[in-house]
């Protein structure tokens, strides 16, 4: 038997993948076998059916592809499966397949079976497939044939039916299969009719792999309707990894971060619905260059989907359905009491609910009501006519609370309207009014008014008008993280406005949408075109323009633009009576850009004055910006954390990751690395909410570090290598300057300081071509300690004389402690050493840095050990060794116990089981525990379920568990937490090595864990750096 070809392009299925392999190669030994697989619609049974039929080898191969249309039509499947092979059949088969060609009327139905060698083939079918007992007389002695000869009767049983044509199949396919090997392909196949689905079902019980018969089926999820003796493979959606991989393939062109996180939510793991949302793009949407449409899915997805779960409802029940989809799509939530009074306007009945409700489509939850899937009122929506969506509205409309007034019922109104109306067009701005001011609006509340307004513009005649409320409506969309959505507002808004400060609003905002989610140049540019717009019209405005470009200049690492900015702001506040505050904050950094660093003395003392009494989260994020511009990290993370707090108190979803970003920053620079962790993830998730792409890569950087400290390489690397892939090409220079260092930081944590040297010199001398020139200031510490350890020849001593004259000037304790520590390193009399690292641990616990404070005191007592004065060295070492315990830095903690082992001094536990763990382990550890999948970490810490499943072992060998009950139980004994059961899991954990076992009948495959030794854990310490020798 020849091989043909290898298969299609299958993503991830790896379970089913090697069920189809393991076909394939009894196929070329000359056995058959059988595989069913079940799955929803768009899961992907036709592509590994396809798969199969491409990679097993045969001779023959039967297609086929049940319909509905078919089903009432005896033995029709049969007919499709074998009528290519139906001249073959005479050929290979005698009178015992005279059952199978009577039934595709390919003989004479007339002949009796009884006159010849077919009555050997009537089964006896009863203890297996009939119930019922058959009449005596047709009941005979065995005989030599298959089975036992039976004589039939002119009432025979459909069940005997089934079992002779069955029985001729058996035959048939043996007999094809004799001729070099036989492939049988059916699709779809709880589609077929009753009787050829008995008949196969017949056949494949009874075939075994000396047939040489290979049988593939697809089916929806009812294994109950199939022999249990066929192995069975259920298809569940792809893990986010596996449809990021898929997604990558089907885009050719550029892919914009923010609509690649939009298609793979939208997506849900489908595999059709992900390749027909691709193809209802165009290469500019995917891009980002053009608006996506309101609706992604296109109708006939919706179809496939959901819509056929609505056929067969009663007509009241799905126009009152129609009103729950109407009330949902213009107020995002189903308010009962509304419904019903819309309900019975109609003249509805409460009961037309209940339908609804026993189909699961539907559930009541106290006053509101809500629906069992989120596709399912956008179908209801988009699956009835524009009139009778007209006609819902109208009805909602006339039982508001106010329907001349509230904003609700004007939306309703606004669409039943069809063409311009310009009266209601200004009750719903004056509605919008009433709401509340721009951006003062909650979350929701923003994102109806934007929608109100929107089509407000739509009734619009004026062009001017039409202009100034589709950028009101871009605005609030900003305010409730709507980011696609401000983009193709503000589109629409550019070719209706005239009027110049009208444009220098759009550009305005089209520059802070760039900053937080595009090209930063791209947003410098918009920026700067917006103050010029406005400086007559609106130079308040202009003014806060050209602040935000001096924070693009700043994320960009363009050190002489932003002086040039803030020169020109400067210049506005001279000229301006009562400037703005953020003009302030901008201009104060004029003298630290001119290498006046005492200049920043009195502007941070004035920053931290107006933080204290400051409420208004913008205003608190121009405060903390400043500050870490500035260098002044507690007061950056002051003003963060307070932002982040208002932001969320007042549902800012669009200030949210930023402020949250300027947090993680100031605690990184604090040394609160497993602090900056959690707020990163919060971060992130956030971010991703709200469409910021830009903020989720600056969190990303920060994951990168923390993971660098903690010694986690995997998350380390894979967090550094999406932020400098991204953002390189958005012109991030902090961000991928943050994750380069991280990398170096990285290396030193694994006792690697040649490679850490390799990778700070070209960053701190600006060689990178893309280094900040911020963290070519801050990584001077690191590349001296890396430079030391490694004995590298490159000079540091001028780097390090310049960062000590800057951080004295400005007052930076944290990183004067740092210069000392590098004198101390650098310097070769023993006692002025000594001095130092003394005088840079004071200064670390002045100011409570305590990573740092543990760096300076392995340092330290390496040094003292290097002197032979082990006394001292081991309280250094011991000193080091519990901070570093404290912030969860665990390959560091190694390093020590390594070096203290070396003084003689003996080494205890961590403190504890969960002490083995790093922060990552812990955070992975708890979310498991709790009963989470690898694919629900995975996503909520942003990392590929791959580096999940390899955290868990590490997790599983650090404890010595085997499993995820005695994970509870171990974290429930460690934390004094009652111990909470693991609930099952029916989705497989998608990750490498996970094993994966098959109980008897072909059930499910679960999730089982990853193996684990049994007793103490091994530490897996790094050798200790070389020091100075």
């Not at 073959?88 to 088969?93: E, F, P, S, T, Y």
Request: net charge positive; with cysteine; aromatic share 2%.
């Amino acid at each position: 038997m020849p091989d043909r070809a290898v298969g299609i392009r299958v993503h991830g299925r790896a379970a089913e993948r090697t069920a189809i392999d393991e076909l394939r190669r009894q196929a070329r030994d000359g056995r058959g076998g059988a595989l069913l697989i079940l799955g929803s619609p768009g899961l992907g049974r036709t592509t590994l059916l396809e798969h199969g039929a491409r990679c097993i080898p045969a001779a023959t191969v039967l297609r086929t592809c049940a319909v509905a249309a078919e089903s009432s039509l005896r033995h029709s499947g049969l007919h499709a499966l074998l009528r290519p092979v139906a001249d073959r059949l005479h050929a290979v088969g005698d009178s015992r397949t005279r059952p199978l060609l009577a039934a595709m009327d390919l003989v004479d139905q007339d002949v009796d079976p009884v006159d010849h060698e077919a009555s050997a083939v009537v089964p006896v079918v009863a203890a297996v497939d009939a119930p019922a007992r058959r009449p005596r007389s047709a009941r005979s002695a065995p005989s030599p044939g298959l089975m036992a000869q039976s004589v039939p009767t002119p009432r025979e049983s459909p069940e005997t039916d089934a079992g002779r044509v069955g029985r001729a199949l058996l035959h048939a396919l043996a007999g094809l299969a004799a001729e070099g090997g036989l492939l049988c392909c059916v699709d779809d196949a709880d589609q077929l009719d009753p009787a050829s689905r008995a008949a196969l079902s017949f056949a494949v019980r009874r075939l075994t792999p000396a047939h040489g018969v290979t049988v593939l089926l697809t089916a929806r999820q009812d294994a109950r309707r199939w022999p249990p003796e066929i192995p069975v493979r259920r298809l569940r959606p792809l893990t986010e990894s596996d449809a990021a991989a898929m997604l990558d393939d089907l885009v050719a062109g550029p892919l914009r971060p923010t609509v690649r996180e939009l298609l793979l939510h939208s997506g849900r793991g489908v595999p059709r619905l992900l390749t027909e949302l691709v193809a209802g793009l165009a290469p500019g949407q995917l891009a980002g260059l053009v608006p996506l449409p309101r609706h992604l899915l296109p109708a006939a997805s919706l179809s496939w989907l959901v819509r056929t779960r609505l056929d067969g409802l009663p007509g009241d029940t799905r126009l009152l359905l129609l009103l729950a989809a109407v009330e949902l799509e213009i107020e995002g939530v189903v308010d009962v009491g509304v419904l019903l009074r819309a309900a019975e306007r109609a003249g509805l009945h409460p009961s037309c609910l209940e339908p609804a409700e026993a189909a699961g489509l539907v559930r009541v939850d106290g006053p509101g009501l809500g629906f069992a899937d989120r596709l399912l009122p956008e179908a209801v929506y988009r699956g009835e006519s524009q009139a009778r969506r007209r006609s819902a509205h109208g009805l909602l409309a006339a039982v508001a609370d106010d329907p001349e007034r509230s904003l609700r019922a004007l939306r309703h109104r606004a669409a039943c309207a069809v063409g311009p109306d310009a009266a209601l067009a200004d009750a719903i701005e004056a509605a919008v009014d009433r709401v509340g001011s721009d951006g003062d609006a909650c979350t929701a509340a923003a994102s109806a008014c934007s929608d109100a307004l929107s089509r407000a513009a739509e009734l619009t005649g004026d062009r001017d008008r039409r202009g100034a409320r589709l950028i009101r409506a871009a605005e609030h969309a900003w305010a409730a993280g709507r980011t696609d959505q401000v983009r193709s507002l503000l589109a629409r808004s550019g070719a209706s406005t005239r009027s110049a400060t009208l444009r220098g609003r759009t550009e305005y905002l089209r520059g802070i949408v760039e900053l937080r989610d595009g090209i930063v140049e791209d947003a410098r540019e918009a920026l700067l075109l917006a103050a010029a717009l406005l400086s007559e019209s609106a130079p308040g405005l202009a003014a806060e323009a050209l602040a935000k470009t001096a924070e693009a200049c700043w994320t960009a690492g363009d050190r002489r633009g932003l002086a040039t900015v803030t020169g020109a702001v400067a210049a506005l506040r001279a000229d301006a009576p009562t400037p703005p505050r953020r003009v302030d904050d901008a201009a104060g950094l004029l003298p630290v850009l001119r290498g006046d660093h005492r200049a920043a003395t009195a502007t941070v003392r004035e920053l931290r004055r107006r933080a204290a009494g400051e409420a208004a989260p913008e205003v608190l994020l121009d405060i903390a910006t400043s500050a870490a511009i500035l260098g002044a990290s507690a007061l950056a993370r002051q003003a963060g954390s307070r932002a982040v707090a208002r932001a969320r108190a007042g549902g800012r979803t669009a200030i949210v990751p930023r402020a949250l970003e300027l947090l993680v920053y100031a605690e990184l620079r604090l040394g609160e690395h497993a602090r900056a962790a959690e707020h990163a993830v919060a971060g992130l998730a956030a971010a991703r909410t709200a469409g910021q792409g830009n903020c989720a890569l600056h969190l990303r950087a920060a994951l990168a570090m923390s993971a660098a400290v903690a010694g986690d390489a995997v998350a380390c690397r894979e967090h550094a290598a999406a932020v400098i892939a991204t953002g390189r090409a958005r012109g991030l220079s902090l961000a991928v300057s943050l994750a380069e260092w991280s990398l170096a930081r990285l290396d030193l944590s694994l006792s690697r300081p040649k490679e850490a040297a390799d990778r700070l010199f070209p960053l701190v001398q600006g060689r990178s071509g893309h280094s900040h020139f911020a963290v070519r200031f801050l990584a001077v510490p690191c590349l001296v300690e890396a430079s030391v350890l490694a004995r590298d020849p490159r000079p540091v001593g001028g780097l390090l004389r310049r960062f000590e004259q800057r951080v004295r000037a400005v007052g930076d304790t944290v990183a004067l402690a740092q210069a000392l520590r590098c004198r101390a390193l650098l310097d070769a009399d023993p006692a002025e050493a000594d001095a130092l690292f003394g005088a840079a641990l004071r200064l670390h616990e002045a100011v409570g840095t305590e990573f740092e404070c543990a760096r300076t005191r392995r340092l330290h007592g390496e040094f003292l050990r290097r002197r032979r004065r082990p006394r001292e060295a081991r309280e250094q070492l011991r000193g080091a060794l519990r901070h570093f315990e404290s912030c969860g830095a665990r390959i560091w903690a190694d390093r020590v116990r390594d070096e203290l082992r070396a003084t003689g001094a003996a080494t205890g536990g961590r403190g504890g089981l969960l002490g083995r763990l790093t922060p990552q382990q812990l955070r992975i550890s708890r979310q498991v525990a709790a009963g989470a999948t690898n694919r629900e970490v995975a996503s909520t810490l942003c990392l590929s379920p791959r580096t999940i499943d390899h955290h868990l072992r590490n997790v599983f060998a650090a404890l010595g568990v085997r499993s995820r009950v005695e994970l509870v139980h171990v974290l429930a004994a460690e934390t004094g937490d009652d111990v909470v059961e693991v609930p099952a899991r029916q989705e497989p954990p998608g990750a490498a090595g996970v094993r994966r076992r098959r109980p008897p009948g072909g059930t499910t495959p679960q999730e089982t864990t990853p193996h684990a030794p049994r007793g103490p854990a091994v530490s897996g310490s790094g050798r200790p750096g070389a020091g100075l020798r």
